[in-house]
């Protein structure tokens, strides 16, 4: 099992952060790059407890889905949310939000394991875990532009 560890501070209030995290819209924007798009469950809007969405997307040279859970949630300090379908043995992404006198600490922590034994394992500590990464600092370069600016107004409202 792998797992991703990112940091990020955002200049505004945790509630927005948190809401924005947890938006569709938003994450679609997020991963325009890939074609992604909600094709089932919540499509639109915020996410809730117990929602769920299926992603399309094109990844790795393949169109895939990609069905997740929000499993647990207390806002606006965190929410998790799991894989209950898709091309991953294990998925589990926790959105953490600690508000501090100037913003947002948005802390995300990614354990994802593939399938395939060995050779799993070596796609996963060779490529994918950089490719995760790489995906999950740019939705979260497009969640701190819309905090920190008036763009998040349009988005949540």
């Given at each position: 099992m792998s797992t991703i560890h990112l940091t990020t501070f955002i200049a505004a209030p945790a509630e927005r952060v948190f809401d924005l995290s947890r938006s569709v819209n938003l994450h679609r924007i997020s991963t325009m790059h890939t074609g992604e798009k909600a094709i089932d469950g919540t499509m639109n809007g915020l996410?809730?407890?117990?929602?769920?969405v299926t992603w399309q997307a094109k990844h790795l040279?393949?169109?895939r889905k990609?069905?997740?859970k929000i499993t647990g949630m207390q806002r606006?300090?965190?929410f998790i949310d799991e894989m209950i379908k898709g091309d991953?043995?294990?998925?589990r992404h926790e959105h953490h939000f600690k508000a501090t006198d100037n913003g947002t600490i948005m802390i995300?922590?990614?354990q994802f394991e593939c399938p395939y034994g060995i050779i799993g394992t070596l796609l996963e500590k060779f490529y994918l875990k950089n490719y995760l990464e790489n995906l999950l600092q740019?939705?979260?370069k497009?969640?701190?532009e819309y905090a920190e600016s008036s763009k998040w107004i349009a988005m949540l409202s």
């Open positions: 996410m809730n407890e117990n929602d769920w040279y393949r169109q990609f069905t997740s606006p300090e965190y991953f043995k294990n998925f995300d922590l990614l740019q939705r979260n497009v969640v701190k």
